[in-house]
């Protein structure tokens, strides 16, 4: 069988030490394979750390090579990880793979994900089992299904030793660990959708998907750790309202992306009353609720996307809404 050679992208952003324990867990392992990072133009010192372990490491472990990519501005997750795999086509990769920085991989994950993809060539995209970092015989995601007005995941809150080890399709899969081959990228070697900064930037990939056809899989004996929310930490939503906003947001758009007028108008219908328990939950006000909820339906009409000038105002600088939203 064919030696095959995957591209594995990690992007960062204030990240280093999560990305670094990545890098590390990545030393062991043995199948082909090189590693692109990302970063984008984190104002700390992630780049001179990474870049000095990266020449510390260069001859250690089963890493053919590294490449440090210093972006120029923060292009957000959709368009670092576009241009990271740009670069990567330049060496001719078989597979790619997009692996969030604040995780860690078994030295055997990829050697399945391998495995399954040469066996099963109708498959173009798979997804490992992604447990908890800080429980790893709990479960995050190991795929999910498409509904009709968004998607749920597959094995919610089912441990390692409840989940079979056979291999299950599935029509949604997360950006966290995304196994493909290079064949589903468009003419500019790009994955995901420019449009989002942040955020359902899988799921629009996986409606894309779905709608051409591709079929996608799950190998949950492929095992890694996510250390969930790590993301989080760096932005100033403390409360987290900010993080729903913009995934109903994003998801909204997606469905308006992907359905017909009137599907679209009833989905938003149906998140509406999801939405408003959310944003009551976060504000502690029935009122800026529902201002939250009009902006939202007026944004999702209105909006292709969410720029980095969203992301900035709504997550740092909490100037997005023209009303007070303090509880």
């Known amino acids: ?6 591209a594995i992208i990690l992007v960062n952003w204030h990240g280093a030490d999560d990305t670094i324990a990545c890098l590390e867990s990545l030393l062991q392992v043995q199948e082909p394979h090189f590693v692109i990072v990302a970063d984008n133009a984190s104002e700390d010192d992630s780049v001179e750390r990474i870049e000095s372990w990266l020449k510390k490491n260069e001859d250690k472990g089963y890493v053919s090579e590294y490449k440090l990519l210093r972006l120029d501005a923060n292009y957000g997750f959709a ?9 990567a086509m330049q060496y001719n990769p078989d597979y790619c793979m997009l692996l969030n920085n604040d995780t860690e991989v078994e030295p055997d994950f990829l050697k399945k994900l391998l495995d ?6 109708a498959i173009k995209v798979i997804s490992p089992c992604i447990c908890y970092h800080y429980d790893k015989k709990k479960i995050w995601f190991t795929g999910g299904e498409l509904t009709f007005a968004a998607r749920k995941s597959i094995t919610k809150a089912v441990t390692v030793e409840q989940l079979t080890n056979a291999p299950f399709g599935i029509s949604y899969i997360s950006g966290c660990a995304l196994f493909f081959e290079p064949s589903v ?6 994955l995901l959708y420019n449009g989002f900064f942040f955020g359902e930037e899988d799921y629009e990939f996986s409606l894309r998907m779905n709608k051409s056809g591709i079929r996608m899989a799950c190998v949950p004996s492929s095992r890694i750790y996510h250390k969930v929310g790590a993301s989080q930490k760096n932005t100033n939503d403390s409360r987290g309202l900010g ?24 989905i ?7 939405c408003m328990k959310y944003f009551k939950q976060y504000t502690g006000s029935w009122k800026i609720a529902l201002k939250l909820l009009k902006k939202l339906m007026r944004d999702v009409r209105t909006k292709n996307g969410f720029d980095y000038n969203d992301f900035r105002s709504l997550m740092f600088d909490n100037t997005y809404f023209s009303f007070d939203i303090k509880n």
């Open 116 to 121: 399954y993809a040469q066996t099963n060539p």
């Open 243 to 266: 993080r729903i906003y913009m995934y109903y947001h994003n998801r909204l758009i997606c469905n308006r992306m992907y359905r017909n007028k009137f599907e679209f108008n009833f």
């Open 268 to 274: 938003c219908m149906l998140n509406s009353i999801t």
């Open 185 to 190: 990228l468009n003419d500019r070697n790009e």
């Open 1 to 6: 069988m064919k030696v095959m050679k995957t």
């Open 79 to 87: 368009i670092g990880n576009n241009k990271a795999l740009a670069a």
